[in-house]
């Protein structure tokens, strides 16, 4: 067993005593994050809830296939109706993140002072217990939607609740997190829930089509000038990163999730076992870390970008400047 009995009648409990049900994504929100709150909405509607859906910012639009049928809130442009979505509910289920801080700025302020009900899922190491009434946290899954799926059939007890809708959903999450079957996903369980799901109305070729293959013009120019013009080379540290200025991304008309991916072109090379992204963005600089082998790029985020993650893929970010960051970086590669 996964988890307690008493949690899961715990949070059966939760869902059957609640009437609105407020579901909510991090920001800068992933494949997996959205998988996971477009999956729970789906499988709540069975049980004729009222629901919302909260999405901190924007999301890339190669997930707007799952979310097209999934009524939602951008907490970025929908303020008021936000806050409301947090005060004027049951009952909260975070998906995909370990910490309120996940949420962005503007939100976390509302969760945390939110009396509701809190339930989190999530696989990143060391969840904040002390936001949360109900945790479902595995740090060996694959995803949040691998986890997901354990969490419905225990309260399924063992009984199918996939349709289409929910299985497509948990898919997209299993696939983006895992990097298309490529890491975090060397248990034979993530296959069975993946047949599971494949049995249930999944069409893989068409969810990796759009993941995958939607690249417009300036994306694909994008990423060949961060590889061509942007690539920082450590050899003899086995580092390698990729920077990219405000005005970098304004030249390629830069839309949210362009960047996807880049980051992980760096440990494509012979010998690089450490990456890094370094973005410029409108208040602050982002960095997304990556690594094959033993580094911990969830301590380095922690310990020096604000951030965390997982052992193999972490993110986190700086007020200073970009150039500052670049030579932050450059001096931490050359030291460890
Ligand atoms: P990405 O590089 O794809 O944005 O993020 C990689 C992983 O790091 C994700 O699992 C995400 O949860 C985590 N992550 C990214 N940015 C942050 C951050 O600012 N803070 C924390 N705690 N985790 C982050
Ligand atoms: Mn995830």
């Known amino acids: 067993m996964l988890f307690p009995n008493t949690d899961i009648i715990d949070f059966q409990n939760k869902i059957n005593e609640s009437q609105t049900i407020t579901l909510i994504s991090h920001f800068n929100p992933d494949g997996d994050t959205i998988g996971a709150v477009s999956a729970l909405f789906h499988y709540l509607k069975l049980k004729n809830k009222t629901l919302k859906v909260l999405i901190p910012n924007e999301y ?10 999934v009524p939602h809130i951008i907490g970025s442009k929908q303020t008021d109706d936000a806050k409301l979505a947090l005060s004027e509910t049951d009952l909260i289920i975070c998906l995909d993140f370990n910490s309120v801080k996940r949420v962005g700025d503007f939100l976390q302020e509302f969760l945390i002072t939110s009396t ?60 983006t997190d895992t990097g298309s079957f490529s890491f975090s996903c060397n248990h034979r369980r993530t296959y069975e829930v993946v047949a599971d799901l494949v049995d249930n109305g999944v069409d893989v070729e068409y969810v990796h089509q759009i993941v995958f293959n939607t690249y417009s013009e300036n994306r694909l120019r994008l990423l060949g ?13 086995r580092a390698a990163f990729v920077y990219l200025s405000k005005n970098d991304l304004r030249r390629f008309n830069y839309q949210i999730g ?14 690089i076992e450490f990456g890094a992204l370094v973005t410029e963005r409108a208040d602050r600089v ?45 001096t931490q590669i050359e030291t460890f």
């Open 116 to 175: 509701k009900s809190k339930v989190l899922i999530d696989h990143h190491l060391e969840p904040e217990v002390e936001n949360f009434n109900l945790i479902f946290s595995n740090i060996q899954v694959s995803s949040t939607c691998e986890l997901l799926y354990e969490v419905l059939l225990l309260m399924e007890n063992g009984n199918s609740f996939l349709n289409p809708n929910i299985s497509e959903s948990l898919y997209l999450g299993i696939c």
């Open 286 to 330: 982002r960095l997304s870390f990556r690594s094959k082998f033993d580094f911990d790029v969830n301590l380095f985020a922690r310990k020096y970008w604000n951030g965390g993650g997982h052992k193999k893929a972490s993110g986190g970010y700086s007020f200073d400047k970009l150039e500052l960051v670049i030579e932050q970086l450059t």
């Open 258 to 271: 362009d960047c996807e991916g880049v980051v992980n072109f760096c440990l494509s090379m012979q010998g």
């Open 225 to 237: 000038f961060c590889l061509s013009e942007r690539l920082k080379v450590f050899p003899k540290h």
């Open 60 to 69: 890339p639009s190669f997930l707007e296939f799952v979310m097209k049928d």
